[in-house]
């Protein structure tokens, strides 16, 4: 069998390839091929028409279960790519998503951490909350989203899902601590759940001024009014651009 791959590189050319399994014919898997005098990733787009002239060398591996473009993803992508003039394998893959990153190396990606815990004792923790004098208690008094996390954690008995910190506090806060060494961040299995449906995060509590600023935009839903949203960073600007398109899709309308 033939299929006809675009190798994730700045080339505007696509190349033939050989293939034992026939999951390398389905469009969207990414195919590990040998590339020159090296390994490569390429996007299978198909069955080949006819084979190249010269060698036609073989896939290495089928790297996918599923095809990680779909279908009409892909199309959009090919168009793009023939539209702007760019190399197809270079908008493939440049279209996968971030956490793809090291598989487009080949390599395989350990699991995203999904669990936040207190790095340090928990008595170090009181004393820094507290005010005290050393540069410790000095940076969270510079920084009180960050001296809130550390609080909610050690409220919680020094460590919480970072699923439950969603919307309350921004990414930066947490990388900004485990960078420090208050936090660290881990991976924990999850328990197999045999059901379909979606399990729902509980909603994130809002603050006095994220209700407020959610009140004056659902207040002006039906006619044209234009918000700025002041906020500093980790003050859960999102989680009202999150509940107002709650807003607008339970009035039946769209939201972008």
Known sequence: ?????AVAAPLRRTFTYRAEDPRALEPGRRLLVPFG????IGFSLGKAREAPPGETRDVLAVLDEA???????????????DYYLHPLGDALRTALPPDLGRVRQGKERPPPPNRVELAVPPEAVR??????????????????????LVARLLEAGGALPLEALRGEFSPEVVRALASRGWLRLSHEAEP??????????PPARLSAEQEEALRAVEGALGTYA??????????????VYLRAIEAVRRRGEGAL
């Open 127 to 148: 004393a820094a909350l507290a005010g005290g004098e050393e540069p410790a208690a000095g940076a969270l008094r510079r920084a009180p989203r960050q001296a809130a």
């Open 67 to 81: 095809p990680v473009l779909p279908a009409d993803l892909l199309e959009l992508l090919r168009f793009a790519a």
């Open 37 to 40: 005098a090296r390994k490569a």
């Open 226 to 239: 234009c918000f700025l949203l002041q906020g500093v960073t980790g003050s859960g600007k999102t989680e």
């Open 192 to 201: 197999i759940v045999e059901e379909t449906a979606f399990a729902v995060a």
């Open 1 to 5: 069998m033939l299929v006809e791959v």
